[in-house]
């Protein structure tokens, strides 16, 4: 299955052989199209009509409520109802960390490395497009991404801006009702569609992620009001970036506890890991390989 020993290991040891073996075949298949339903502008079904009319075939996802597949070889700027906003390109799994933040009307959110805007956007749909979404990224020219999805959606209360969420005085006095961090990471969730990663990257890499990311999420806590909710996310199916680094941060910040009140989690108990994060698998669910840990501020 194309695979370096190091990667498939811990695969062995996490399913059984059967299992693990459909995991590999997952990772090498090529993915369908999956789009974002703008839902200020169109509904689900609606868009499933619009595709339908014109020969396309379409079903709607399994767990987002706004997600859609596409089936064939398709041309993404010439489908109906991009030029017109009605929906965007992103993954179900993507879309469900957003849903699992459930940021409300009126709040005051921060995306840390929004670039290219898929979940800050998402966020503001989620929120009617009232509040204030604070969304920013190291890159300028990826910035830009931001600026042209939030014009093409429609959206009014996402505002991009280049900064560095590691350095010492990034958004220093400011405080968030909810927070999400969907930090770098090794994208081994995510290698059915970038297959050369898997031989670029070695155990080292992933602790070095590992490293980033424990440093990010404790900028992110310093910026949360007490009583708010802060997502930890990554398209990693790496332990040592995702559990991991949750208990390191839990161990650091008592005030924070794991969060499994989500109405996400009440539809659907199969996402959820037995220490009440968010887990998704290509072969089980269809969709990228996701990780996302929902953490609560007590004080």
């Known amino acids: 299955h194309s695979l370096p020993d190091w990667l498939a290991r811990p695969w062995l040891q996490q399913f059984p052989q059967e299992e693990a073996t459909a995991l590999a075949q997952a990772s090498l298949a090529v993915p369908f199209l999956t789009l974002r339903t703008n839902t200020r502008r ?33 041309q993404i ?3 109906p109802g991009f030029a017109e906003g009605l929906w965007t390109v992103q993954d179900q799994a993507s879309q ?6 459930d940021p409300q009307p ?22 009617d497009d009232r509040g204030a979404i604070v969304a920013t990224d190291l890159n300028r020219r990826r910035i830009k991404r931001i600026n042209d999805l939030t014009a093409r959606l429609g959206l009014q209360i996402v505002q991009p801006g280049t900064a560095d969420a590691l350095a010492p005085n990034y958004l220093t006095g400011e405080q968030f009702d909810r927070i999400l961090l969907d930090a770098p990471c090794s994208g081994l969730g995510v290698i059915r569609r970038h297959p050369e990663a898997k031989w670029r990257l070695t155990p080292t890499e992933l602790e070095r992620c590992a490293a980033r990311q424990r440093q990010l999420l404790a900028v992110a806590a310093a910026l949360l009001k ?38 996400l989690f009440q539809l659907h108990p199969e996402l ?7 887990r998704l698998w290509p072969h089980r669910h269809g969709c990228d390989g996701f990780f996302a840990a929902r953490l ?4």
């Open 42 to 74: 169109i509904t689900r079904p609606q868009l499933l009509d619009l595709f339908s009319e014109v020969g396309i075939s379409a079903q709607p996802c399994r767990f987002a409520p706004e997600a859609i597949q596409l089936q064939g070889h398709l």
């Open 77 to 79: 700027p010439t489908l």
């Open 96 to 101: 469900l960390v957003s849903h699992l933040l």
């Open 106 to 127: 009126g709040e005051r959110v921060l995306d840390l490395c929004a670039a290219p805007g898929g979940k800050a956007t998402h966020l503001a749909q989620l929120m």
């Open 226 to 263: 007490p009583g708010g909710v802060l997502v930890y996310a990554t398209c990693s199916t790496a332990e040592v970036e995702d559990e991991a680094v949750v208990d390191d941060f839990l161990s650091r910040h008592p005030d924070f506890v794991v969060d499994t009140t989500a109405t």
């Open 272 to 278: 959820v890991t037995p220490s009440g994060s968010m």
């Open 296 to 299: 609560a501020r007590n004080c």
